[in-house]
């Protein structure tokens, strides 16, 4: 957060976050999103938790910085553990790769009842996390895509109610790969992701090709084959 200011990815994640409400922010590292979060009167208030020393440690000091110890707590603690049942009414996770993000909901499943929206915003695989709200009964409500400093994240917004609603009409395969909504949408951050997903899908399938035809080269053969032919099919074959 240099000069006060957020990332662009942080300030998409902030921007869905309910106005007023108290909010968890789990691997928080510098406190930065709950710090913006209530300084600029978005959140009433914040819990900022962190299972690493250093990172608590920047969360504790940014927070005692600002003046703000009065309305966020810096919690140290594995994913959800930090918070109370009933005690927040959205979480955001940010920065993690999704088997992680989903690990945490997994874990925290107890702590989730009361909350009413999930901002989740997974680095890598973010298939996974929405197949964890497909299941658990969180209806992803939106999806954003964005590029920032030549990396390009994907947030998910999800709220408890009919996890299918997003996925009717659609592959379901396909749109939980590239995201329901955002498969609809295919801005320039989209197609540049997946064209270069599918470049290097075919480039790693060219090696497993020369490789020995092991049952595991031809189950990941057929896992890259199966992908590619999803998002070409969704990007009409620009990728080819
Ligand atoms: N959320 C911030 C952001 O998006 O810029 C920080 C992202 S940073 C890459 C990931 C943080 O998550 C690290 O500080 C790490 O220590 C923390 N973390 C990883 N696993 C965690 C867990 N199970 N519970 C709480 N924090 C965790």
């Known amino acids: 957060m240099r000069s006060g200011k957020l990332s662009h990815r942080l300030t998409a994640v902030l921007e869905y976050i309910p106005d007023g409400s108290v909010f968890a922010d789990i691997g928080s590292d510098h406190a930065y999103l709950p710090c913006y979060a209530v300084r600029s009167g978005k959140a009433r208030a914040a819990i900022a938790g962190e299972v690493a020393e250093g990172p608590l440690h920047s969360a504790k000091k940014q927070v005692e910085r600002q003046g703000l110890q009065e309305k966020i707590s810096v919690r140290k603690g594995d994913g959800l553990e930090v918070i109370s049942p009933a005690e927040v009414e959205c979480i955001t996770i940010a920065g993690m790769g999704g088997t992680l993000i989903k690990k945490i909901l997994t874990e925290g499943r107890e702590k ?39 990396q390009i994240y994907e947030i998910l917004v999800a709220e408890p109610g009919e996890p299918l609603e997003p996925y009717r009409g659609k592959n379901r395969d396909a749109a939980l790969l590239l995201g329901p909504y955002l498969m ?11 064209r270069n997903e599918v470049k290097r899908w075919k480039r790693i399938l060219k090696h497993l090709q020369s490789a020995s035809d092991s049952p595991e080269n031809r189950r990941k053969k057929a896992e890259f084959e199966r992908k590619i032919q999803l998002v070409e099919e969704v990007l009409h074959d620009e990728t080819s």
């Not at 009842?113 to 009964?137: D, F, M, S, Y």
């Open 184 to 194: 609809e949408e295919k801005s320039e951050a989209f197609r540049k992701k997946w």
């Open 112 to 150: 989730l009842r009361g909350v009413k929206r999930l901002i989740l915003q997974p680095n890598v695989n973010a298939e996974c996390v929405r197949g964890w709200l497909l299941e658990n009964g969180w209806q992803l409500v939106a999806e954003q895509i964005l590029e920032e400093d030549g």
